[in-house]
DNA sequence: TTGAAACTGGATAGGGCAATCCGATTGGTA
DNA sequence: TACCAATCGGATTGCCCTATCCAGTTTCAA
């Protein structure tokens, strides 16, 4: 609504007053802690506690939980990027491959809130969109090498990797802390059986739509609730 | 409390009045669709509903959710166990081995209440637990024949096989009935992976503990919210 | 036919969630 | 120093969930 001085990286056109600014670093902090522990599923009051503020104070700064989410993930976001970008200056197509396999869902294990954001995708923000988007064409590049170097099956598609991503995330969320290695090996064997030559055929890939659109649908909310405290 | 008659499969002690009979099947046969559709998640209104009978009626028959859940999916769970039992009886027993992945997942992604129901495990019922643990050792056979025919490979664990239904529940839930077909994929990459000779090892299987207890750990509740409702 | 136990379902309790309101407090400037 | 607006946080709203209560209804045996 206010015109004028759309920078499209212009964050702070007032400069917040310095308690209020302390604030906000604390919210984030305890909402990348939170978040991460317990899933995108934790409660907005719970990350209020963790931050020792009030509840209102953070939906001031964050006037809805999907801009507290894009806050928080944003340079996770930027990390998962760079990973591909790390992945394409290796010199070994392959190695860099699996590399940029085996980091991006390290990344969905270590967080359990990243790993909902990478496969649900809804509306978080743009610049978090952006930034899939960035990775999901190096992506293709690297998978482009990789199949040119003879070491990745030529039916690999684009699209395997958001599988991945959507199973690695069933794994983890599964799994959880009681088996925190367990993610490794179904990977290992993602890889193993991505590695040329094919062993043979596969049913086809879903339409690039469906993907995303199945992204989209899924809810931002409720998964893993943090503990149904069954002391039965 | 009420002592005698303690038959394992003695179903009722009790011959339930005949208008609580006919709504038990009704209640039954509406969770059944409800929960395939939405996933463990649907609320108990929307399955009385969809039944036809009060939210009170569906409680004195189900004291509780897990009751419902458990009796839902008995007989999912019975063909469950059954596909190890056809698979056992191939005389291929590769053949066998993947013929019942392959349909394990199929039932999987048929019904999005079974997917829940058999990676989180929460304490269903003692029958299904009995079902479970019947398909366990059966699979183990399974494994152990692929293996001493020479066509699995030699490190696969039956762990794996929850693993697998970890990952596959993630591809199914993530991807819903936008690519409903995804999971045939991400399968058919998995049976490749597995097949002699292994190319290459593998990190270790989560201790057999391990994995119990993640099912155990997992919240029963709330997954896949029916409907956002974004007219936006 | 009749009566009581079993059954029915709408209204309601009780808890968790995201999000809002308002009086008290604090920051920064004149 | 003194003031006002920005900020703070606890109480509250509104919604959805599982589960319970209770007055009216139905089944079935005598």
């Not at 809804?122 to 293709?140: D, H, I, L, S």
């Not at 991945?164 to 993610?183: E, F, K, R, S």
């Not at 993602?190 to 989209?216: C, K, N, V, W």
Request: net charge negative; glycine share 6%.
């Amino acid at each position: 609504m206010t015109p004028g001085s759309q920078h499209p990286d212009g964050p702070a056109p007032q400069p917040l007053r310095s308690d209020a600014e302390r604030n906000r670093e604390r919210i984030i902090a305890a909402a990348r802690k939170v978040f991460a522990r317990d899933g995108l599923g934790a409660s907005m009051a719970s990350v209020a506690r963790e931050a020792g503020v009030g509840i209102a104070t953070m939906f001031r700064r964050f006037p809805t939980k999907e801009e507290l989410v894009a806050a928080v993930f944003a340079d996770r976001m930027d990390a998962y990027a760079d990973a591909v970008a790390v992945a394409l200056d290796d010199p070994d197509p392959w190695h860099g491959f699996i590399g940029y396999l085996e980091a991006a869902c390290a990344m969905q294990a270590a967080d359990y809130g990243f790993a909902d954001v990478l496969t649900t995708s809804f509306p978080t923000a743009k610049a978090m969109e952006e930034r899939r988007n960035e990775a999901y064409t190096g992506m293709v590049r690297l998978i482009d090498r990789a199949k040119a170097a003879g070491r990745l099956r030529e039916d690999f598609d684009p699209s395997d990797l958001v599988l991945i991503h959507m199973a690695n995330a069933g794994v983890v969320n599964a799994t959880g802390d009681a088996a925190p290695d367990a993610w490794r090996r179904v990977v290992a064997l993602f890889i193993q059986s991505f590695e040329a030559p094919a062993r043979g055929p596969l049913p086809a890939s879903p339409e690039h739509d469906a993907l995303h659109r199945a992204m989209l649908r899924t809810s931002p909310a409720s998964l893993t609730t943090p503990e149904p405290d069954t002391t039965s």
